[in-house]
């Protein structure tokens, strides 16, 4: 990892752990960064949709990592943000949910943490330059449990949540504006404690905002029993400047949550980002349930909720996002 400069230390508690955590002291910075004008000057920002979905389409291979075609196919990768964009959406997210180095290992790629991301970068700003568009970090879990569950201390959690941010953010630190990222974005977590990391290693190494989703896939529960309102009050505090749900079972249990999570953080700015409904297999390929025009009304239905972020996880299109954008339009 590269060098961070002068930092601090100071103790997080997860779970039954204390773990010494190194921070960084970044200068606050008066002006406000590009992702808050926009969501100043806008009353709901369009996200973008699913980008594993697209590149299995186009040809990766199951089981292959997709970060790994932005080292060996950038073109494709820029392809599915440049149709994204086309369809209408304000933000787009980095090909890096499994950009860290447990994630990557499983392909023996762990050597490569700061290129695959830092080069995700390049590739979603070279698209986003274009149509004005914001581009965010994407940071998924670890895919490994934390202790006492699981075998993950805290510490080596943070490191590697801090080594792919480190990769996400080279391009911001150093002002190149070809490869600087506007905001964070942490999604599908399940876990209170690693999604506290996450937003810790974020903060520590940036000071970019930081948006976090949740997926709440368990009776409007993370599979960790985590509800919808102790998650939005729990990543608030944590700093999040945005929080919400993403994936999930159905469009009707994500509206749920959203619900909920409004309730318990009535000023919160909220996201909403579900798969294109309930997956199905149709012979061999899976496909989702929900059509464009029933995730047009679904945006409908967010915005009157107050949602802020909306765009689609696994199985939507650019064809969904341009039929959600469509919706958006009407009402404005």
């Known amino acids: 990892m590269s060098d961070k400069g002068p930092r601090e230390t100071r103790q997080v508690s997860v779970g039954q752990e204390s773990t010494p955590v190194i921070e960084n002291q970044p200068v606050p ?5 590009a992702f ?4 100043m000057q806008q009353q709901l920002l369009l996200l973008d949709g699913a980008m594993g979905t697209q590149l299995f389409d186009r040809g990766l291979p199951p089981g292959d990592p997709p970060e790994l075609l932005n080292l060996v196919d950038p073109d494709t990768v820029q392809t599915v943000h440049n149709e994204y964009l086309r369809a209408g959406s304000d933000i787009i997210l980095t090909n890096t949910f499994g950009g860290n180095r447990h994630r990557l290992a499983l392909h023996d790629l762990e050597d490569k943490v700061h290129e695959i991301n830092d080069t995700a970068v390049r590739i979603a700003k070279q698209a986003a330059l274009k149509f004005e568009a914001l581009v965010a ?9 934390l202790a006492p569950l699981g075998p993950m201390p805290a510490e080596a959690a943070l490191d590697a949540f801090e ?15 070809n490869s600087s990222i506007d905001l964070l974005w942490i999604e599908t977590m399940s876990c209170l404690d690693e999604a506290a990391i996450a937003i810790d290693a974020c903060r520590q190494l940036s000071e970019l905002p930081v948006a976090i989703t949740m997926s709440f896939d368990t009776n409007c529960h993370t599979m960790m029993g985590v509800s919808p309102a102790n998650a939005a009050k729990a990543l608030l505090d944590a700093g999040a400047s945005a929080v919400g749900v993403n994936c999930g079972n ?3 249990d994500n509206e749920a949550v959203i619900a909920q999570m409004r309730e318990a953080a009535p000023e919160a700015a909220l996201i909403a980002k579900s798969n294109a409904g309930i997956p ?6 899976l496909s989702y349930s929900a059509t464009p025009a029933l995730m047009a009304d679904f945006t409908r239905r ?7 972020l909306v765009g689609g996880c ?19």
């Open 29 to 33: 910075n008066s002006r406000p960064c």
């Open 36 to 39: 808050s004008r926009s969501l």
């Open 137 to 145: 970090g994407s940071i998924g879990p670890l895919g490994v449990l």
């Open 163 to 177: 080594e792919q941010v480190d990769g996400l953010t080279a391009g911001t630190r150093s002002r190149d504006a």
């Open 250 to 252: 159905s469009l009707d």
């Open 280 to 285: 199905e297999w149709q012979g061999a390929k």
């Open 302 to 308: 967010l915005r009157d909720l107050g949602v802020q």
């Open 314 to 332: 696994c199985g939507t299109t650019p064809e969904h996002i341009a039929a959600m954008r469509s919706a958006l339009r009407e009402a404005a």
